[in-house]
């Protein structure tokens, strides 16, 4: 009976390499091991399934031909002519090669236009960075009613059109009935009772960034607080264990997990707030005296405000080519960072 027991447990025991490994797979395929199976062959796909992808991307990839390649297309045309209202009424093509472009890359003009936007982006995205971090970072310690009042909120000021939401900062900051002046005037401030928030560079600029950054936190804040939910509570509780304090929780666990989303949230803010037309346009149209153009502005007024169509489609296609190079620098970080992983 113990014969017949030694021998049914060397049949059904596995067999094993040398000192009890698991077989392995030896040159040309083969598995070790006396008896052992092969692996199964994988199956070749059907050329059908591998067309499929690109079949299922076909209508994306028209639509985007449509919609946005040929309007491209068609601006850069303009953007070779000199098309005035005189050419628009009369059908005539005054091809002008280079020209528009010479002119605007000689402009004092689109240099400070230039300069004036990557600043304003700059800071807009700074300061909506900073307190949507903030505020997703509170809406992860508050607890559950005090967090679906504020998301609430957050969802409120995200879900208002633009247009509404700019009109409704028109009237708080009006001159004669803003409520802005009429607190300040309360508070002692009565030389603000009357002040002209659009009379100034400084201050349209103050009033369109307060606009801006009000808009994009809840973006930021709702996102970051539902990035947070994925990281492992373990860290957190290793991390206080240690010894860390709420800056070091931060820097040590919370911001390397997040770093992609940082990242991506960040490149995405900047080509919001660098393209930011109605705001700037319905709080002041630029001004005053131009003092407040931003690349979309200026485009905008050159091309139908003065009515240099040409000239207009030239510098929305720079615009375009400023906005290709800080996507390669992303695409490079992002790239860097994959490495590093």
Do not use: C
Not at 88 to 99: A, E, F, P, V
């Amino acid at each position: 009976m113990a014969v017949q027991l030694d021998d049914a447990v060397d049949d059904t025991a596995p067999r094993t390499g040398k000192g009890g490994a698991p077989p392995t797979r030896r040159a040309g395929g083969r598995w070790g091991g006396r008896g052992a199976p092969r692996p199964p062959a994988r199956p070749t796909p059907h050329p059908s399934a591998r067309r499929a992808p690109y079949l299922l991307l076909l209508p994306a990839l028209l639509a985007t031909a449509v919609f946005l390649g040929w309007p491209m297309v068609r601006n850069l045309l303009l953007s070779f002519q000199n098309l005035n209202m005189k050419e628009l009424i009369q059908h005539l093509t005054d091809w002008r090669g280079t020209g528009n472009y010479q002119e605007i890359l000689g402009s004092e003009q689109f240099w400070r236009v230039t300069l004036r936007t990557l600043v304003f982006t700059a800071v807009n995205v700074v300061l909506i960075m900073l307190l949507g971090v903030l505020i997703g970072l509170l809406l992860a310690r508050l607890g559950k009613k005090m967090r679906l009042t504020l998301s609430l909120a957050l969802v409120l000021a995200w879900a208002m059109p633009v247009i509404a939401a700019t009109t409704v900062f028109q009237w708080l900051f009006d001159s004669r009935y803003g409520v802005v002046n009429w607190l300040l005037d309360r508070a002692g401030w009565h030389a603000m009772a009357h002040y002209d928030w659009v009379g100034t560079q400084l201050s349209t600029f103050f009033v369109i960034t307060v606009l801006i950054v009000w808009q994009s936190l809840p973006f930021v804040a709702l996102n970051l607080y539902a990035a947070t939910t994925t990281i492992p509570r373990e860290l957190y509780e290793a991390a206080r264990m240690d010894g860390a304090g709420t800056w070091k929780v931060f820097t040590s666990v919370t911001f390397p997990f997040l770093k992609p989303f940082f990242l991506a949230t960040t490149f995405l803010e900047i080509i919001w707030v660098f393209k930011a037309f109605p705001q700037i346009f319905a709080i002041n149209e630029g001004g005053p005296d131009r003092l407040t153009e931003t690349l979309p502005i200026y485009a905008f007024t050159e091309g139908v405000g003065n009515l240099h169509f040409g000239m207009g489609a030239a510098i929305s296609l720079l615009t375009i080519v400023v906005l290709l190079a800080m996507t390669a620098y992303y695409l490079r970080l992002t790239l860097k960072q994959e490495e590093e992983l």
